[in-house]
């Protein structure tokens, strides 16, 4: 028998398990052969409330964040493994991408069974990615708790509009401050690193707000500075592709809605099956606008390639296909936004 165990999910529904904000259940946990490490004593409370814990300074200010930044990443993970133990147990809010999978193992490598990692599975997250998640934590050897979440339960959020994320991750903090306050948890660690800060990104806003410490921030990690870091750790996803919740597919003001999200899921998996390892179906009402990376634009227009992929997305639910042939962009949808220097 494996050292590292998955109760898979039988429950209802993911629509159906919550009813309100603040509320979520239990799924399953991963446990790992390394769960019985020591961690240091603790004269810190358990997470409460108040951010001014966990906010040491303004982690937002983009020139302050540039000049922390270092090019020694070793003696980065060192202070960032530091700051771990000072704060005697962390929780982190794991999604299974890189950045909070290298967070999740700096917190292991600083607390042993003082760290935790929890995954919020909501309606947005695509059934493969918390697989994915599930197999990353039990690499690390970090234990893992999934919490149910219903975002579409949020009328602010499935109405769609530009700040969606906000709303998003007000939910993911209404989902982890009770928990880690339970457990005495004395932080809640996310991902966020320098490299996200420069895009439309209100979810940081909210995370800020709900007092979530951002080590990569803190400690001068850029995206590639992350993935270095997991390549000299041994992280067999160190080179796992970027990825969004399944909301992000969807054009702003477009109703959010279950049918729609699973329609995205099950478009980009079949293509996803033809050899493209990278690639996003964005949904404009019932269009599919198709991206992958400028240099995988050739295969999937050829007759033979294009025919199936045409197939593979009306079958799943849409009624046009496109290919956008500027290529795989991240975040897309936020091409026509006003920037924040346009004028009025």
């Known amino acids: 028998m494996s050292d590292h165990s998955y109760r898979a999910n039988n429950g209802p529904p993911q629509s159906q398990v919550l009813r309100s904000r603040s509320s979520c259940r239990l799924e399953h946990d991963v446990h790992s052969r390394k769960a019985g ?66 967070v999740a193992r700096m917190a292991f490598d600083a607390l042993g069974d003082g760290a935790l990692a929890v995954l919020a599975d909501a309606e947005s997250l695509s059934r493969r990615e918390l697989q994915e998640a599930v197999s990353e934590a039990a690499e690390i050897g970090i234990p893992l708790r999934t919490v149910r979440v219903s975002e579409l339960a949020n009328a602010q959020y ?34 966020v690193n320098l490299s996200d800060l420069g895009d439309h990104r209100p979810g940081i806003q909210a995370m800020n707000e709900e007092g979530f410490w951002h080590p990569l921030v803190e400690f001068g990690f850029a995206k590639d500075d992350v993935r270095a870091l997991a390549r000299q750790l041994g992280l067999s996803f160190h080179d796992k592709p970027s990825n969004a919740c399944l909301s992000s597919r969807i054009a702003y003001g477009e109703v959010i809605t279950l049918d729609k999200l699973r329609r995205v899921e099950a478009a980009e998996e079949a293509i996803r099956s033809m050899g ?19 240099e995988d634009l050739p295969r999937i227009v050829s007759p033979e390639t294009s025919q199936r992929v045409v197939q593979a997305v009306r079958d799943a639910g849409f009624v046009y296909v496109t290919i956008d042939l500027r290529g795989y ?6 091409e026509d936004l006003p920037r924040r220097d346009d004028p009025a």
């Open 276 to 294: 493209f390892r990278v690639v996003r179906v964005r949904a404009h009402e019932g269009v599919a606008r198709i991206e992958v990376p400028v």
């Open 158 to 191: 499935t109405a769609n509009p530009v700040n969606r994320c906000y709303f998003c991750r007000k939910e993911l903090g209404a989902a982890l401050k009770p928990l880690a306050a339970e457990f005495g948890y004395h932080a809640i660690a996310d991902g």
């Open 37 to 102: 490490r020591t961690r240091p004593s603790s004269r810190r409370r358990p997470y409460g409330l108040s951010r001014d814990a966990f906010m040491v300074r303004p982690a937002f200010d983009n020139e302050m964040a540039l000049a922390q930044r270092t090019s020694d990443i070793g003696a980065a993970y060192g202070q960032v493994v530091e700051a771990m133990r000072e704060r005697g147990r962390v929780l982190v809010a794991f999604s299974g991408g890189i950045d909070s999978a290298l």
């Open 329 to 334: 962009r991240s975040g897309s949808m936020n």
